[in-house]
């Protein structure tokens, strides 16, 4: 699984972008993150996210929401890091079955068009798209 970080609050005066926290509506989409991902029944054995705040609060709240105890590994060099970096932490828990990364666009975005390569076109536009 690739995930974007919910919304965040724009960053305040004096506040790091590190630091931001995910606003209402980001909050709320954790709910509906969820429903979908209970009804589909595929689920994560481990999360590894960015350490950032924003990461940090989707990655832990979605957990909590799905009811799941899943193994989770903040990496780092997702924050700052590009694709490479992505695909790297990907690497590195390729023991698990059922991934999740937690991270950042347009990073979290550049790996999944690498990673679909020559898909199918509606596919890959809609993902283009956001």
Known sequence: FLLRHAKA????????????????????SLDQLAQAMKMSGILPDRVVLSASCRTRETAFGLIERLGIDVETVVDETIYSGGAGEYMK??????????????????????????????????SLSRLEAG
Do not use: Y
């Open 9 to 28: 609050i724009w960053a305040k005066p004096a506040m790091k972008d590190f630091d931001r926290p995910l606003d209402e509506e980001g909050i709320s």
């Open 89 to 122: 932490a990907i690497k590195n828990n390729a023991a698990s079955d059922q991934l999740m990364l937690v991270g950042h666009n347009p990073s979290i975005e550049d790996l999944a068009l690498a990673l679909c390569g020559d898909g199918e076109p509606s």
